[in-house]
């Protein structure tokens, strides 16, 4: 009766957690809390969880036919499209070829399109990252950590007067189906995505936050209000994505 009331009380908090505009220093005590209840993992604690039954669910996509790349690979890209809500998640192999290896939805997501500018704007980032860390203790079953702000992102709100402790934090890739401000994907391609992190390894994860996918389209007719620098960020994207080439048979995968 006690586990059944725990699991209950963490339900509560994790919807409580999806209603709250601001996150950051301010929820972070209750986060901490959360995660006492639940009991620390390691990543290995996960890895071993998790690890065999993502493989096999990676499988068909690791095929010679498909990839041409063994599992697991060297190196991973994960790229966000907000418009079009889906994340591809991109490999590559000894070679450095890079292949597309499988797309998910993304099941909750806050905000417009544009730049995060602000602790509390509700916007996901948009920008070039990379993951800086793996949290397996995560409120929202597992989490990957995006580098937001990132050196770019502090540099262009100093020139406009914004303080870098204002700009938010906490962005994150993760599970279950409601997020403020980061990629909330569901709890088996959040297994996938964190599992495959860990296996390649932190530094070799990049991660790619557009507005849209600007290899198949353009930026729709009516954008939200957006800074003058916006447009070389896109162009930046835009150039980034050019090297993940896609095909008829991946935009179907």
Request: overall charge positive.
């Amino acid at each position: 009766m006690r586990i059944k009331k725990l699991h209950i009380l963490l339900i509560s908090l994790a919807i409580c957690a999806c209603a709250i505009p601001v996150r950051g220093r301010l929820f972070r005590p209750i986060i901490g809390g959360i995660q006492m209840v639940k009991g620390k993992k390691t990543i290995a604690d996960r890895i071993s969880q998790y690890g065999e039954v993502v493989q096999q669910r990676l499988a068909p996509s690791f095929s010679q036919v498909q990839v041409g790349i063994t599992y697991p690979p060297k190196k991973m890209t994960i790229i966000g499209f907000k418009e079009e809500r889906m994340v591809q998640v991109w490999v590559a192999g000894d070679g450095g070829t890079w292949k597309h290896l499988k797309d998910y939805p993304i099941l909750g997501m806050s905000g417009n399109l544009g730049p995060k500018l602000k602790e509390g704007d509700l916007q996901v980032p948009e920008g070039l990252y990379r993951l800086e860390s793996l949290n397996p203790n995560s409120l929202y079953h597992l989490a990957l950590r995006v580098n937001y702000p990132s050196p770019e992102d502090c540099r262009r709100a100093s020139d406009e007067g914004r303080t870098e402790t204002g700009l938010g934090s906490d962005i994150m890739i993760h599970g279950k189906n409601c997020s403020v401000g980061c990629l909330a994907m569901g709890d088996e391609a959040a297994e996938d995505l964190f599992i495959l992190a860990a296996i390649v390894g932190v530094k070799n994860v990049t991660i790619i936050l557009s507005p849209v996918d600007f290899r198949v389209r353009g930026l729709p007719k009516i954008m939200p209000p957006v800074p003058v620098w916006t447009k070389d960020l896109y162009a930046s994207i835009r150039q980034e994505l050019g090297k993940y080439k896609v095909s008829v048979v991946q935009k179907g995968r």
